[in-house]
């Protein structure tokens, strides 16, 4: 049986992983003292608990929970929820149970690890500098998205459909091709796309990010140059002529509005290059040697 100071580092451990700690409130019931600010059942968080929760979270999280009055309460109420089962759990002694004190030891031990590995894969503390936040801004706006200003024509052709079906949109198909080599693409859209919403407006379908294009399509439009058209394109729905209209990058917010994210997102990849320089650099010092026959031999008795 585990000791309660035990006890207490595998519970703290658990609810930091999960994002919930709440440092330096009680689990089971919040404060009396000062303004609720939210509650269920018999837990209460005043604006103290509030202000170490958020205190808690690490700094991506903490700028996503308070970047509107919505996302906070989100945090809020799945505080609420956690201390709840928490107290649910602990009213059961259901950490006592033997499956369950081997689950919170496995957690520890990995939560520990994870932990530890952070405190000595630290990022410095004055970084990135600003130079680097430009930088990373720069490349950002560089690899910004394209979104595309596309007209079709399409003709129906669904996966599946019967032989008729097909004869008749590969029929109309042919009298596309021979209709653009001398006609308007809009006036051709206009007289036989059979798609609703863009046939009356000469097949015009504004402007659409690379996100929300099929993958064949994407890949057709990616090489035109504005005015040029494509197709037939087949997708699982039917065939499409496409017109490239226009090409431009989604425009990227000034530098000051993503700021802190941009700082975040350098953060958190340095993180992530320091522990993978740690872990290669604690394979080499260990100097593991593995008997790959004897190794094979009990894969084979644990399938």
């Known amino acids: 049986m585990k000791s309660t100071h035990t006890r207490r580092r595998v519970a703290f451990t658990v609810a930091a992983t999960a994002g919930f700690l709440c440092a330096g409130a009680p689990w089971h019931l919040a404060r009396a003292a000062g303004e609720v600010v939210a509650q269920g059942g018999s837990i209460q968080l005043g604006a103290s ?4 929760l958020i205190a808690s979270l690490p700094q991506a999280q903490r700028a996503a929970a308070v970047a509107s009055p919505g996302s906070l309460e989100q945090v809020v ?7 709840s089962v928490l107290a649910d759990a602990q009213a059961q002694n259901f950490g006592h149970d033997p499956a369950t004190e081997k689950a919170l030891q496995q957690l520890d031990d990995e939560a520990l690890t994870r932990l530890w590995i952070a ?9 990135p500098t ?23 024509i399409f003709v129906s052709a669904p996966d599946g459909a019967d032989a008729d079906k097909l004869d008749a949109a590969f029929s109309k198909v042919a009298e596309i091709r021979k209709d653009l080599a001398s006609q308007d693409f809009a006036q051709v859209a206009r007289q036989l796309s059979e798609e609703p919403a863009s046939a009356p407006k000469g097949g015009d379908l504004g402007f659409l990010p690379a996100t929300q294009l099929l993958p064949a399509v994407l890949t057709a439009v ?3 140059a504005p005015g040029e058209t494509v197709g037939p394109i087949k997708t699982a729905d039917g065939l499409h002529f496409l017109k490239l209209i226009e090409r431009k990058q989604i425009a990227v917010p000034a530098l000051p509005l993503v700021h802190d994210r941009v700082v975040a997102a350098l953060r958190a990849r340095k993180q992530a290059e320091l522990e993978q320089t740690y872990l290669r650099g604690l394979d080499a010092k260990l100097d593991i040697t593995v008997d790959q026959i004897e190794l094979a031999k009990l894969q084979q008795s644990l399938k």
């Open 119 to 127: 405190h000595e894969a630290a990022v410095p503390a004055g970084y």
């Open 77 to 83: 109420r799945a505080d609420i929820i956690q201390r």
């Open 130 to 152: 600003e130079s680097d936040v430009q930088a990373a801004y720069d490349l950002l706006k560089q690899r910004a998205p394209y979104e595309y200003h596309l007209a079709q």
């Open 49 to 52: 608990d509030v202000q170490a």
């Open 222 to 224: 990616q090489s035109l």
